[in-house]
Nanobody, 125 residues
């Protein structure tokens, strides 16, 4: 019954900005982290950014300084603010949530994933 609903994708010119949203429609038990991945045609799915329960964030080197991940816990929503977009950012972006019933020193030792349906981001003139 848990569903991740993504929105905010679209067509943008190089140098432009988009903000992606991912809202969880149901309660995720033992939610540990949320993040964004992307996949371009012919390429493997790539981690873009993650945010852990305490607020720590991680970014792929290719997006550091341009993308920001943040969340609104009250709305159960995670966002990806994308600035200075480049054509190579073109991909389907997927929201991900990790449920982790058991952690050791705040590290997940075994978890399972929920995935959004994906939203297309196209950066082109």
């Amino acid at each position: 019954q848990v569903q991740l609903v993504e929105s905010g994708g679209g067509l943008v010119q190089p140098g432009g900005s988009l903000r992606l949203s991912c809202a969880a429609s149901g309660v995720i038990f033992s939610l540990y982290a949320m993040g964004w991945y992307r996949q371009a045609p012919g390429k493997q799915r790539e981690l873009v950014a993650t945010i852990i329960g305490g607020g720590s964030t991680n970014y792929a080197d290719s997006v550091k300084g341009r993308f920001i991940i943040f969340r609104d816990n009250a709305k159960n929503t995670v966002y990806l603010q994308m600035d200075s977009l480049k054509p190579e950012d073109t991909a389907v972006y997927y929201c991900n949530a990790v449920a982790c019933p058991t952690t050791v020193q705040n590290m997940c030792i075994m978890g399972y994933d929920y995935w959004g349906q994906g939203t297309q981001v196209t950066v082109s003139s």
